[in-house]
């Protein structure tokens, strides 16, 4: 499973980037809110940092609009996937950029239906959001086993990119489904290594270490 940061932070990207384990990211418009850098410039400053799958998501409510939206992000670099919302217009739009040749992200999707359409019409990744379902008290994760079993049923390619994970357990059980990405905040990726009988065996090994060496000295 690819293991995207979902942040709009470049201090963020560049640390997970340097644990060696990063294969994109993803942004969103409230991500990018907290930044005050104009979004082009920010997602030209992450491009220049990882060069996996980049999402840049449009914010246009119309296909027309979302176009040319796609059109002016596509520009920035190679590895721009432009994220589109599951609405009737996300489906034109992602028809088009997917005749274009360019990779598309469909967010917002809370339903296998959504994902079913959004893959016939060419999406590159589909993004369901676990954490937010879990929010309204529906299993987020069930969404993520309908998507596989539908997508495998028809030998469909489109990568479920599991989303709005808010803890290590959502990740690993994305993982035992056999989602194809899950994008990661900074926090929740560096629980995910941390381990307490990890912590007990290195602190034991070094105070063993520390006392062979003093009982040599003597
Ligand atoms: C995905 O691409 C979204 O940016 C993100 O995962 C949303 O997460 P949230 O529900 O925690 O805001």
Known sequence: MKLFIDTANLDEIKKANSYGVLDGVTTNPTLLSKEKEEPMVQFKKICEIVKGPVSAEVTSLDAEGMLAEAKELAQISSNIVIKVPCTIDGLKTTKELSASGIKTNLTLCFSPSQALLVAKA?????????????????????????????????????????????????????????????????????????????????????????????????
């Open 122 to 218: 060419g999406a590159t990744y589909v993004s369901p959001f676990v954490g937010r379902l879990d929010d309204i008290s529906t299993e987020g994760m069930n969404l993520i086993e309908d998507i596989r079993v539908i997508y495998d049923n028809y030998g469909i390619e489109t990568q479920i990119l599991v989303a709005s994970i808010r803890h290590p357990l959502h990740f690993v059980e994305a993982a035992r489904i056999g989602a194809d990405v899950a994008t990661v905040p900074l926090s929740v990726i560096e629980k995910l290594m941390k381990h307490p009988l990890t912590d007990i065996g290195i602190k034991r090994f070094s105070d063993d270490w520390e006392k062979l060496k003093t009982s040599l000295v003597k």
